[in-house]
């Protein structure tokens, strides 16, 4: 039996327009998309007028059923996998899987596409030739040791953070790196009320610190050590 195909899919992180025309293809082909919610892939598949078999597969489910869906795809399923917004493994669940699926020697196809912090880095306006992405930090047991290395960091530095710990984030960078230190805020990007906030972490402190409340996903770019 000929071995299937494990696809990853990136989906849009805000605005439904960013889906390629390749990825709609691929999720009209494949036998089974694996979603990190169902509910959000499945409103997106409606929207895109597909009917696609949904399964679950997300960060705590992960490590159970990576096992069975590398099988599945041995035995000549076709997969796509897609988590919430964005490119499946970035910060989001696809690693386990697309590493069994190369131990396997299961072909592996991961398609372009929307991905948060690309945009956010180079509408900062800081530069991006040479930058570090270090996706969401620890929450407690060594954020301040990854945080005090960072701030020996020369290039560009790339978080994610959600909206209720970014001011505390904010001033903890600005705690080690100086309130001088040049960076930039992007949320809510591809959508209506996307917001790109740049100037100094005292500034972008006082900034959020005055708002009643922060939405959207977070990207913080930092300038390096100079």
């Known amino acids: 039996m000929e071995a299937g195909k494990l696809y990853l ?12 025309l390749r990825a709609i293809r691929i999720l009209k082909e494949v036998d089974v998309v694996l979603a990190e919610d169902t509910r959000t892939t499945g409103n997106l598949l409606k929207h895109l007028e597909i009917s696609k078999p949904l399964k679950s597969f997300h960060i705590h489910n992960e490590h159970k059923i990576v096992q069975h869906w590398a099988t599945q795809i041995e035995e000549g399923q076709t997969i796509a996998l897609c988590s919430d917004a964005g490119t499946p ?19 592996v196809e991961c398609l372009p596409g929307a991905t948060a ?8 306006g800081l530069p991006n030739d040479r930058f570090i992405f270090e996706g969401f930090l620890p929450h407690k047991k060594g954020r301040q040791t990854r945080v005090q290395a960072l701030a020996e960091e ?37 959508k209506m009320h996307e917001e790109n906030a740049r100037g100094t972490l005292a500034e ?19 300038e390096g050590k100079k």
């Open 9 to 20: 899919v990136p989906t849009p992180i805000g605005n439904l327009e960013d889906i390629t």
């Open 154 to 190: 020369e290039r560009t530095i790339v978080l994610y953070e959600s909206p209720h710990r970014l001011v505390k984030s904010l001033q903890q960078l600005a705690e080690f790196m100086g309130e001088d230190r040049q960076a930039c805020v992007s949320r809510e990007l591809t």
């Open 89 to 107: 493994a970035i910060s989001d669940p696809g690693f386990l899987l697309v590493r069994e699926c190369v131990q396997k020697g299961i072909a």
């Open 117 to 124: 912090f690309v945009p956010a880095l180079v509408n900062s």
């Open 204 to 222: 972008l402190i006082t900034h959020f610190s005055q708002k009643e409340k922060v939405k959207g996903e977070i990207v913080i770019v930092i």
